[in-house]
C-alpha cells in the first residue's frame, strides 16, 4: 500500500509541475470592495484557491461532526467509568473468595444409602 501511495505521490508532483510551467503567465488579482489589486502567477493563484478552498471544507466538515466527537467523548467517559466498576467489584469478589476455604468433601463411605426404594433389592 505504501508503494501505491508513493506512486500516485510522484505522479501528482509532475502533472502539479507541468501545471505551474504552463501557467506562468500573470493575472492581477482584486477583491471586490478593495481597490488593491495584486499581480500573481496563475499557477500560484490557482493553488492558493485550491488551498483556500481545502482548508475551507476541511472546517466545514470538521464543526458538522462536532456533534459525533462530543458523544465519543462521552461514551469515552463511561466505559471509563464502567471499567473502573468492573475492576472495583472483581477485587470485592476475589476479596470474598479468599477468606473461605474451598469446603471438603466427604469421604467416599462404602456404606449402602440408608433409604431404598420399595421393591429394590441391593
Keep these: ?3 501505491v501511495s508513493w506512486i500516485v505521490t510522484v505522479v501528482l508532483t509532475i502533472l502539479l509541475v507541468c501545471f505551474a510551467l504552463a ?3 500573470t493575472v492581477s488579482i482584486g477583491l471586490w470592495p478593495l481597490t488593491e489589486r495584486v499581480d500573481l502567477r496563475l499557477f500560484v493563484a490557482l493553488m492558493l484557491a485550491g488551498f483556500i478552498g481545502f482548508v475551507a471544507g476541511g472546517l466545514v466538515a470538521w464543526s458538522a461532526q462536532s456533534h459525533w466527537r462530543r458523544i465519543a467523548r ?7 467509568i464502567l471499567t473502573e466498576q468492573v475492576r472495583t467489584l472483581e477485587a470485592r469478589l476475589a476479596e470474598r473468595r479468599e ?11 462404602s456404606n449402602p444409602p440408608l433409604r431404598q426404594v420399595a ?3 441391593g
Design 99 to 109: 477468606p473461605e476455604a474451598a469446603p471438603a468433601l466427604p469421604a467416599a463411605s
Design 119 to 121: 421393591g429394590e433389592r
Design 74 to 80: 462521552e461514551r469515552g467517559r463511561r466505559v471509563q
Design 1 to 3: 500500500m505504501r508503494f
Design 23 to 25: 501557467n506562468r503567465d
